[in-house]
């Protein structure tokens, strides 16, 4: 699952061939890709839990979700902090084509993640839905409390 966050337009960015991870707490290029399970790791330089990934395609921040990690509300934090606080990104997108299925936890962490990003000015949009994700959202409603679009982060 993936985040996306559009960057300021005199922020540097990567080329949309980037596989750059970054930190997204403290922005620090992580030396591997937390993709691939079983991972649990915390960023070398600030020690953040990593449930996410972040990485630039085009001029938008993409944060990666890495499968099996449901974060809590201080790591959702801590996000939020860094991007829209320290670094004035105001649109997120997450992207969750990563993902084969969600929890509960989850979904209430995206809904957490959206309520504190409008707090601060900003948008959370949600992409790349597999169909039982789909499914799932469509069950619980949840095109009325995120906005959802088709296709991953470059779409």
Do not use: Q
Not at 7 to 33: G, I, K, Q, Y
Not at 48 to 57: A, D, G
């Amino acid at each position: 699952m993936a985040l996306t966050v559009v960057m300021p337009m005199n922020a540097p960015s990567d080329t949309a061939e980037s596989t750059v991870h970054r930190c997204p707490a403290c922005d620090t290029v992580l030396p591997f890709e937390p993709h691939l399970p079983p991972f649990n790791a915390s960023c070398l330089a600030c020690g953040y839990l990593l449930w996410c990934s972040k990485r630039t395609v085009d001029d938008e921040v993409v944060l990666d979700v890495v499968r099996g990690k449901t974060p809590d509300v201080r790591d959702i934090d801590r996000v939020v902090e860094s991007l829209v606080y320290t670094h004035g990104i105001a649109g997120v997108r997450i992207d969750l084509s990563r993902i084969d299925s969600v929890t509960c936890a989850f979904i209430a962490r995206l809904v957490t993640l959206n309520k504190r990003l409008k707090t601060a000015g900003g948008r959370l949009t949600v992409c790349g839905l597999r169909p039982i994700v789909r499914e799932t959202f469509d069950r619980l409603g949840l095109y009325k409390a995120l906005h959802i679009t088709d296709g991953g982060p470059e779409a």
